[in-house]
């Protein structure tokens, strides 16, 4: 089951991680995730962006965390990459 | 002349701007604005991390802003592009 009120960005052109952001928030969620790893951190930014400036006007970014998590590569060596963790509230 | 205790994080590689910001805390500033747009966003995060973790061990991440700001392209057409300003504080 997916964890709720968050939306985890990767290679996906930007608009389907801002159509899950304005989907949640429109089912009536006043909190939403919005979190990222490594290189799909820029297009983390740009869905709270978007979300805010062009779909709810009433939201806005509440809180943003960064940090280092370790995931496994392929091969199952460990590989550090940098996280965002971007808080949208309306 | 550059703006003081700001370093921009653009296309080099993530340790020049790592050493740019250790540098300016090791003369003496006690904050530095790392600040990135576009795809150098997830950079700027791994150069707050690195810094943070690996060379400055009292440094924290004081304030994270998300903006987006208008740029023009060369050919002269405006381009919006998400903006990040990471505040390190030690």
């Known amino acids: 089951m997916p964890e ?4 985890f960005v ?6 389907s991680y801002v159509l ?5 928030m429109n089912q ?9 790893r490594g290189k ?3 297009r983390a930014v740009d869905v709270a962006e978007i979300v805010k400036n ?3 006007p009433n939201a806005k970014v509440d809180d943003i965390k960064i940090a280092t998590e ?5 091969e199952g060596n460990p590989l550090k990459v940098s996280a965002i963790e971007i808080t949208i509230k309306k």
Do not use: H, L, P
């Not at 990767?10 to 608009?15: A, D, E, F, Q, R």
């Not at 370790?70 to 392929?74: G, H, L, N, R, Y």
């Open 4 to 7: 709720e009120n968050v939306v």
């Open 10 to 15: 990767g290679k996906k052109g930007t608009m």
């Open 20 to 24: 899950a952001v304005v989907t949640q």
């Open 28 to 36: 009536g969620a006043n909190e939403v995730f919005v979190k990222a």
């Open 40 to 42: 799909a951190i820029s």
């Open 54 to 56: 062009k779909f709810i």
């Open 70 to 74: 370790e995931i496994s590569t392929e």
